[in-house]
């Protein structure tokens, strides 16, 4: 088994590492424009990225039995700075168009080819915040129990949608699936085993914690809590946030800050504060766990930095840079058999 771990930057493409424990070394490097999100389907053996900040595109890559890759084809998603994809097990890539507020969906041929896209949905209204909520941003989207659900940044709350697995075809289900208070701002989102959701809020640098209604397929906001531990010295804007591996961990990514905060959950759902470490960069704008190490794309320090996570406490213990590499935007750990 190989394993691997791509790096998708702004302005140097996509980086492709050997990973042995926490030791990467480069393979490639393939030029594609400002890839800031990635996801792979191995069954395809293909990986995917959104082009974020000119193309407005999404681009299919076919997976080499070393790691490299070769470009399968693009399309436009239809809206401006698409930040975020995912794959429905439907055979969809659904992109979130942060600029425009709407999500795209295009098929995935077997190949790994994305056909011309099918749905275009569109979000509209404002949020609290003058500057940053003028309008929808949808950042991104997530399938859980069969829902698509959205998170917007500009509107202050997730929409759910149901996926018609024939043609494509978004419908809205649920709006709002959940609402954060007036100005969070919700980024990124996980859901827990028990139906919990919580959510990271860029704007008022908290954390929203929802209990599910599962009689009306939502979710109710009951409880925000601060993204770090300690005042930050200047505005904080958190990014990544992800479950440990036996989801009693909740770690997240505080931008301006530049930590990594671990929180632990207790029975009830509630959060608790247990460790805030400096995240060996600057705005560390995505991270994911591979074994016990979390590896952090630091946007602004041109790094990669990685830590080993404490199998009695959870709490990250710093590795130190890992690699050095411009701008990166997203991590994907990948094994290949």
Request: proline fraction near 7%; charged fraction near 20%; glycine fraction near 10%.
């Amino acid at each position: 088994m190989t394993d691997l771990v791509y790096v998708g930057s702004y302005g140097s493409g996509i980086s492709i590492y050997g990973r042995e424990d926490e030791r990467l070394t480069l393979i490639d490097r393939f030029d594609t424009p400002d890839p800031s999100f990635l996801v792979a389907d191995t069954g395809r053996g293909a990986l995917f990225a959104c082009n974020e900040l000119t193309a407005n595109t999404v681009s299919s890559f076919a997976i080499g039995q070393d790691g490299r890759l070769s470009h399968i084809n693009s399309q436009p998603t239809g809206g401006t700075l698409p930040c975020h994809v995912l794959l429905h097990p439907a055979g969809y890539l659904m992109t979130a168009n942060y600029g425009s507020g709407s999500v795209s969906v295009h098929p995935v041929l077997p190949d790994g080819t994305l056909a011309e896209r099918v749905d275009l949905v569109e979000h509209h209204g404002r949020g609290a915040d003058p500057e940053r909520q003028a309008g929808p941003h949808a950042h991104e989207v997530k399938v859980v129990s069969g829902e698509v659900v959205v998170v917007d940044l500009g509107l202050d709350r997730l929409i759910g949608y149901r996926l018609d697995a024939g043609t494509g075809q978004l419908a809205r289900a649920v709006d709002p699936f959940a609402r954060s208070r007036p100005g969070a701002g919700p980024r990124h989102a996980v859901a827990h085993p028990s139906g919990r959701w919580y959510v990271a809020n860029e704007l008022d640098s908290t954390i929203s914690i929802f209990e599910p209604d599962f009689e009306l397929r939502e979710l109710h906001l009951i409880d925000t809590v601060p993204a770090t531990l300690t005042e930050p010295a200047e505005a904080n804007s958190p990014a990544g946030i992800a479950l440990s591996a036996d989801s009693k961990h909740l770690y997240l990514s505080n931008r301006g800050a530049d930590t990594i905060t671990t929180f632990g959950i207790d029975d009830a759902g509630a959060l608790h504060g247990l460790d805030e470490v400096a995240c060996g960069g600057a705005w560390p704008r995505h991270f994911a766990i591979v074994d016990d190490v979390l590896l952090v794309a630091n946007e602004r320090s041109d790094s990669v930095t990685g830590f080993r996570l404490d199998p009695a406490t959870g709490v990250p213990q710093p590795l130190g840079v890992l690699v050095e590499t411009g701008k990166p935007t997203c991590v994907l750990p990948l094994s290949l058999s």
